[in-house]
């Protein structure tokens, strides 16, 4: 069953919660680095949190969501080995995947309608990396 790593600040805490009961209908195992309320906190602690997650192998991928997103996928994108994409389009997420070989999905929980998040996450959780010609460029992203 794979293992998907889940962190949000107090921005992205309302949707966090919508992914992880989505994620649960899956059958996907979910590891929730918190937070755990709406009450304000700092989006680079949950961030680096669910990064190290996945770049220890603790989880296979991982999803992030501030207020815009934006944040908490600079801080996950702090973590070696980290590739986190920050989407907010179907079209972006299939990308991510499919050159990219995207590790970590960020979402805005402020300015992406939940409806569309979820679009967005399904269609990263089920898009492939083409390898290829992209594998060469996703290595050396890790090489940084
Ligand atoms: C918190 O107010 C907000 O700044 C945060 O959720 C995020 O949008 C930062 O990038």
């Known amino acids: 069953m794979?293992?998907?790593?889940?962190?949000?600040?107090?921005?992205?805490?309302?949707?966090?919660?919508?992914?992880?009961?989505y994620l649960f209908s899956k059958d996907v195992e979910v590891i929730d680095c918190g937070t755990d309320s709406p009450v304000s906190v700092d989006y680079p602690l949950f961030g680096k949190k669910c990064a190290e997650m996945?770049?220890?192998?603790?989880?296979?991928?991982?999803?992030?969501?501030?207020?815009s997103g934006i944040g908490i996928s600079i801080a996950a994108n702090k973590v070696k080995g980290i590739r986190c994409a920050l989407c907010t389009s179907v079209e972006m997420a299939k990308l991510s995947r499919q050159h990219?070989?995207?590790?970590?999905l960020?979402?805005?929980?402020?300015?992406?309608?939940?409806?569309?998040?979820?679009?967005i996450?399904?269609?990263w959780l089920n898009t492939e990396f083409e390898g290829g010609r992209?594998?060469?460029?996703?290595?050396?992203?890790?090489?940084m």
């Open 2 to 21: 794979e293992k998907i790593a889940v962190a949000s600040d107090h921005g992205g805490f309302e949707l966090k919660e919508i992914i992880i009961g």
């Open 121 to 123: 996450l399904e269609a």
């Open 100 to 104: 990219n070989n995207a590790n970590m």
């Open 134 to 143: 992209h594998k060469n460029r996703t290595d050396m992203l890790d090489e």
């Open 54 to 67: 996945v770049a220890s192998g603790k989880a296979d991928r991982g999803i992030v969501v501030c207020g």
């Open 106 to 119: 960020a979402l805005g929980g402020r300015l992406t309608e939940t409806t569309l998040a979820l679009e």
